[in-house]
C-alpha cells in the first residue's frame, strides 16, 4: 500500500480571462504552497484590509448563480467552482490562487483551461500524505423536488440527473468514476449552460456581463445556439458533476465515496457539506492511498484532530 503524497504546483503559473458576471480583465495566479497550506485565495487587488479567503465550505456566503467565498473582512471571490474542480480532479491539495479581481475568469466555461494551465507547469509531491474525508454512512439533503447525498464507496464517484423541459436537454442521467489520470478527458472540458431568457434577464441586472458562446452552451427555446454543437453527448449532466466536484472540494479535502445528485445546484451542495460535518458519525479522516493501489485508504493517525480544516 502507497499512501498518495501531498501535490502542489511546480512553479507560479499565471492566466488571464474575463468574468462571467462583471464582464471586466482578470489575472489568476497559482503560487507553490508550503505542506498542510491547503488551498487559499488572495485577492492582490486589496490592500486596506484581510485579503485572504479560505476555499472552505463554511466561507460560502452565496450560491445563486454560482459559488462565492467570503472572508471575515467581507473581501470575496465568486465563480471558484470550475477552478476548485481542476485542482480536486488533479489532486493538488496546496496553493495560492492569487486573483486581482472579485471574479474567477470564465474561460470556456469549462474547467479545462485551468487543468492546462496546471499541465504547463506540473506538480510536485510533498512529504506529508494526502488527507482524505472517507464517508461512513449516508446523508441526504433535500430542496422541493432537488437532492443531493453522499454515501460510502470506494474512490470518488458522480451520479447526476438532470431534467428540463427543453427538448435540447430533457432528461440526462450520467455516472462518473473520477480519478486523477481520467478527470481531463472525463470531466474537465464540460461547459457551463444556460438559457437565452435567463442571460438576457442577467444582463438587464448587471450580471453575466462576460457571458457569450464562446465560454457557455446557451439553449434557446428547444434549439442549441452555439453552431459548434456540443463537446459531449451529455455534456448538460457532465457540467453539473463538473460544478459538483469543485464545490465538494471545499469539505477542504477530497472525498472518499459517491455523490448523488438530482437537479442539485451550489446551494444544495453546499447545504450538503454543511449537513455531513454536523453529523460526526458519518465520516472520519483517513491517509489517501495511490489509486493504482485501488483506492484503499488507511486511517488518519489519532494525533490528528478530526474537523474540517480551514
Given at each position: 500500500?502507497?499512501?498518495?503524497?501531498?501535490?502542489?504546483?511546480?512553479?507560479?503559473?499565471?492566466?488571464?480571462?474575463i468574468?462571467?458576471h462583471?464582464?471586466?480583465?482578470?489575472?489568476?495566479?497559482?503560487?507553490?504552497?508550503?505542506?498542510?497550506?491547503?488551498?487559499?485565495?488572495?485577492?492582490?487587488?486589496?490592500?486596506?484590509?484581510?485579503?485572504?479567503?479560505?476555499?472552505?465550505f463554511?466561507?460560502v456566503?452565496d450560491?445563486t448563480?454560482?459559488?462565492?467565498l467570503?472572508n471575515g473582512?467581507?473581501?470575496?471571490?465568486?465563480?471558484?467552482?470550475?477552478?476548485?474542480?481542476a485542482?480536486?480532479?488533479?489532486?493538488?491539495?496546496?496553493v495560492?490562487?492569487?486573483?486581482?479581481?472579485?471574479?474567477l475568469?470564465?474561460?470556456?466555461?469549462?474547467?479545462?483551461?485551468?487543468?492546462?494551465?496546471?499541465?504547463?507547469?506540473?506538480?510536485l509531491?510533498q512529504r506529508?500524505?494526502?488527507?482524505?474525508?472517507?464517508?461512513?454512512?449516508?446523508?441526504?439533503?433535500r430542496?422541493?423536488?432537488?437532492?443531493a447525498?453522499?454515501e460510502?464507496?470506494?474512490g470518488?464517484?458522480?451520479?447526476f440527473?438532470?431534467?428540463?423541459?427543453?427538448?435540447?436537454?430533457?432528461?440526462?442521467?450520467?455516472?462518473?468514476?473520477?480519478?486523477?489520470?481520467g478527470?481531463?478527458?472525463?470531466?474537465?472540458?464540460?461547459?457551463?449552460?444556460?438559457?437565452?431568457?435567463?442571460?438576457?434577464?442577467?444582463?438587464?441586472?448587471?450580471?453575466?456581463?462576460?457571458?457569450?458562446?464562446?465560454n457557455?452552451?446557451?439553449?434557446?427555446?428547444?434549439?442549441l445556439?452555439?453552431?459548434e454543437?456540443?463537446?459531449?453527448?451529455d455534456?448538460?449532466?457532465?457540467?453539473?458533476?463538473l460544478?459538483?466536484?469543485?464545490?465538494?472540494?471545499?469539505a477542504?479535502?477530497?472525498?472518499?465515496?459517491?455523490?448523488?445528485?438530482?437537479?442539485?445546484?451550489?446551494?444544495?451542495?453546499?447545504?450538503?457539506?454543511?449537513a455531513?460535518?454536523?453529523?460526526?458519525t458519518?465520516?472520519?479522516?483517513?491517509?489517501?492511498?495511490?489509486?493504482?493501489?485501488?483506492?484503499?485508504?488507511?486511517?488518519w493517525?489519532d494525533?490528528?484532530?478530526?474537523?474540517?480544516a480551514?
Amino acid at each position: 500500500m502507497v499512501l498518495e503524497a501531498q501535490k502542489t504546483v511546480a512553479r507560479r503559473v499565471a492566466l488571464d480571462g474575463i468574468g462571467l458576471h462583471t464582464g471586466s480583465a482578470v489575472r489568476v495566479c497559482l503560487v507553490p504552497a508550503s505542506s498542510d497550506h491547503g488551498i487559499i485565495f488572495r485577492r492582490v487587488d486589496v490592500t486596506d484590509r484581510d485579503s485572504l479567503i479560505p476555499a472552505h465550505f463554511d466561507h460560502v456566503r452565496d450560491a445563486t448563480l454560482c459559488t462565492t467565498l467570503v472572508n471575515g473582512a467581507g473581501v470575496s471571490v465568486r465563480t471558484v467552482e470550475h477552478l476548485m474542480a481542476a485542482l480536486s480532479g488533479l489532486h493538488i491539495d496546496n496553493v495560492v490562487v492569487e486573483i486581482d479581481g472579485p471574479e474567477l475568469p470564465i474561460l470556456d466555461g469549462s474547467s479545462a483551461p485551468f487543468v492546462e494551465m496546471i499541465e504547463r507547469v506540473g506538480t510536485l509531491d510533498q512529504r506529508p500524505p494526502r488527507r482524505a474525508i472517507k464517508i461512513l454512512k449516508r446523508v441526504e439533503v433535500r430542496f422541493e423536488d432537488k437532492f443531493a447525498a453522499l454515501e460510502p464507496g470506494e474512490g470518488f464517484g458522480i451520479d447526476f440527473e438532470i431534467d428540463f423541459p427543453s427538448k435540447a436537454i430533457e432528461r440526462r442521467v450520467g455516472s462518473y468514476e473520477v480519478t486523477r489520470e481520467g478527470f481531463g478527458a472525463l470531466l474537465s472540458g464540460a461547459r457551463t449552460f444556460g438559457f437565452r431568457h435567463e442571460v438576457e434577464y442577467l444582463r438587464s441586472k448587471g450580471l453575466a456581463l462576460g457571458g457569450s458562446l464562446d465560454n457557455a452552451v446557451v439553449v434557446d427555446g428547444d434549439a442549441l445556439m452555439n453552431p459548434e454543437g456540443l463537446r459531449f453527448d451529455d455534456e448538460f449532466v457532465r457540467h453539473k458533476a463538473l460544478d459538483a466536484l469543485g464545490d465538494l472540494y471545499l469539505a477542504g479535502a477530497p472525498i472518499i465515496g459517491r455523490f448523488h445528485g438530482y437537479k442539485s445546484g451550489h446551494a444544495l451542495n453546499n447545504r450538503l457539506l454543511h449537513a455531513l460535518f454536523a453529523d460526526r458519525t458519518a465520516w472520519t479522516y483517513v491517509a489517501a492511498v495511490e489509486e493504482i493501489e485501488g483506492g484503499a485508504a488507511a486511517a488518519w493517525p489519532d494525533s490528528v484532530v478530526a474537523s474540517p480544516a480551514v
